[in-house]
């Protein structure tokens, strides 16, 4: 007898990515971001390259030749890397196994067919960090008279001052901040839903609780820190912009400084570690306050102390998903992309 409560492929993606990814796993606000835009992206091209209608597709159809061919077209046509390319891989391969386990038969074809793909090795690349003058003279850039130059010069303190990622300063609330006569200490809401404590200097924390003064927020424990200006909590790509901007002013007045292509935000917290380790702070003590899981993570920045001369650094988390900008606007009227993908 066949069960009549058998869902559909989109069905079944809708309560992976609503209920099963949040509520079951915990898996953070970003992975089920990324997640979507594989799973977008793959309704994208089975509508563009197939002629399939995602209101029209099975498991079934998503047979190995298929999906190699997807995984080939994120990398060509869509200019995706390597990294991001095994990312939505690993989307998938979650997502069938999920499938797997509530109807075997109906997404075994689905799952065998991706675990015959492999992931493809990507060659390691250079993150950049700043010595401490370029660091010095980054923080200097902002001009303080103007709102959003104030609120670029705490940011980019804070980041330095913390070696907080970008999306756990864009989170950080006035709540999360607690004042003492050495400085502050901070609640830092990290990956996995991980929260740790860490203390700043007390010039840190005096430029920190003069921008909130400024901003008289105070007294308004769940008012975010950092706000842009059309939104009351600062996105990432809010302080990437901050990033790319005072970075191309450094370059500029500094033409012998500077040397890499790109300095992301991620780049500070790499700083941050770099400079802590060569000035004697045990890696254990490190480990903690950057929120890694193992040791062997934060192994990645004692071998980069010690190569600052070089300016290498081993490959780290995958980027942010600028080659997938856009992504919505391509969508054809034939295709309409679920809302729970949005």
Same mark, same amino acid.
């Given at each position: 007898?066949?069960?009549?409560?058998?869902?559909?492929?989109?069905?079944?993606?809708?309560?992976?990515?609503?209920?099963?990814?949040?509520?079951?796993?915990?898996?953070?606000?970003?992975?089920?971001?990324?997640?979507?835009?594989?799973?977008?992206?793959?309704?994208?091209?089975?509508?563009?390259?197939?002629?399939?209608?995602?209101?029209?597709?099975?498991?079934?159809?998503?047979?190995?030749?298929?999906? +190699?061919?997807?995984?080939?077209?994120?990398?060509?046509?869509?200019?995706?890397?390597?990294?991001?390319?095994?990312?939505?891989?690993?989307?998938?391969?979650?997502?069938?196994?999920?499938?797997?386990?509530?109807?075997?038969?109906?997404?075994?074809?689905?799952?065998?067919?991706?675990?015959?793909?492999?992931?493809?090795?990507?060659?390691?690349?250079?993150?950049?960090?700043?010595?401490?003058?370029?660091?010095?003279?980054?923080?200097?850039?902002?001009?303080?008279?103007?709102?959003?130059?104030?609120?670029?010069?705490?940011?980019?303190?804070?980041?330095?001052?913390?070696?907080?990622?970008?999306?756990?300063?864009?989170?950080?609330?006035?709540?999360?901040?607690?004042?003492?006569?050495?400085?502050?200490?901070?609640?830092?809401?990290?990956?996995?839903?991980?929260?740790?404590?860490?203390? $700043? +200097?007390?010039?840190?924390?005096?430029?920190?609780?003069?921008?909130?003064?400024?901003?008289?927020?105070?007294?308004?424990?769940?008012?975010?820190?950092?706000?842009?200006?059309?939104?009351?909590?600062?996105?990432?790509?809010?302080?990437?912009?901050?990033?790319?901007?005072?970075?191309?002013?450094?370059?500029?007045?500094?033409?012998?400084?500077?040397?890499?292509?790109?300095?992301?935000?991620?780049?500070?917290?790499?700083?941050?570690? +770099?400079?802590?380790?060569?000035?004697?702070?045990? $890696?254990?003590?490190?480990?903690?306050?950057?929120?890694? +899981?193992?040791?062997?993570?934060?192994?990645?920045?004692?071998?980069?102390?010690?190569?600052?001369?070089?300016?290498?650094?081993?490959?780290?988390?995958?980027?942010?998903?600028?080659?997938?900008?856009?992504?919505?606007?391509?969508?054809?009227?034939?295709?309409? $992309?679920?809302?729970?993908?949005?």
């Amino acid at each position: 007898m066949k069960n009549k409560n058998r869902q559909g492929l989109l069905e079944m993606l809708e309560s992976f990515v609503c209920t099963y990814l949040p509520d079951a796993i915990g898996a953070s606000p970003n992975t089920v971001t990324s997640y979507k835009t594989a799973y977008r992206l793959l309704l994208v091209f089975m509508y563009e390259k197939k002629g399939i209608p995602a209101d029209a597709l099975t498991f079934k159809m998503l047979d190995y030749a298929t999906l +190699s061919e997807f995984l080939s077209w994120i990398e060509t046509e869509r200019r995706c890397s390597v990294s991001t390319k095994n990312q939505r891989l690993s989307a998938l391969l979650s997502f069938s196994e999920y499938a797997q386990n509530r109807d075997f038969d109906a997404a075994c074809v689905f799952r065998s067919s991706l675990v015959k793909l492999p992931m493809k090795k990507a060659s390691h690349k250079k993150r950049a960090v700043f010595t401490v003058e370029e660091v010095k003279i980054l923080l200097a850039l902002p001009n303080e008279r103007s709102k959003t130059g104030m609120r670029d010069k705490v940011l980019l303190c804070l980041m330095y001052a913390s070696g907080a990622r970008a999306q756990e300063i864009c989170d950080l609330t006035v709540r999360d901040i607690r004042s003492d006569e050495k400085g502050a200490v901070l609640n830092i809401k990290g990956k996995g839903g991980k929260t740790r404590r860490i203390r $700043i +200097s007390g010039t840190s924390a005096a430029i920190l609780n003069r921008y909130l003064e400024y901003r008289k927020i105070t007294g308004e424990p769940e008012r975010h820190v950092f706000s842009s200006q059309t939104n009351r909590q600062m996105s990432v790509s809010c302080v990437e912009a901050v990033f790319k901007k005072y970075v191309k002013m450094a370059k500029e007045s500094y033409p012998a400084l500077y040397p890499e292509d790109s300095y992301p935000p991620h780049s500070m917290r790499h700083s941050t570690a +770099s400079h802590m380790l060569e000035a004697g702070v045990p $890696i254990i003590v490190l480990k903690n306050f950057l929120g890694h +899981s193992s040791l062997q993570t934060t192994q990645i920045y004692a071998e980069l102390s010690q190569n600052t001369m070089d300016r290498h650094l081993k490959e780290w988390n995958e980027k942010w998903f600028p080659e997938d900008a856009g992504l919505n606007r391509e969508h054809t009227l034939g295709n309409r $992309i679920p809302e729970f993908l949005s």
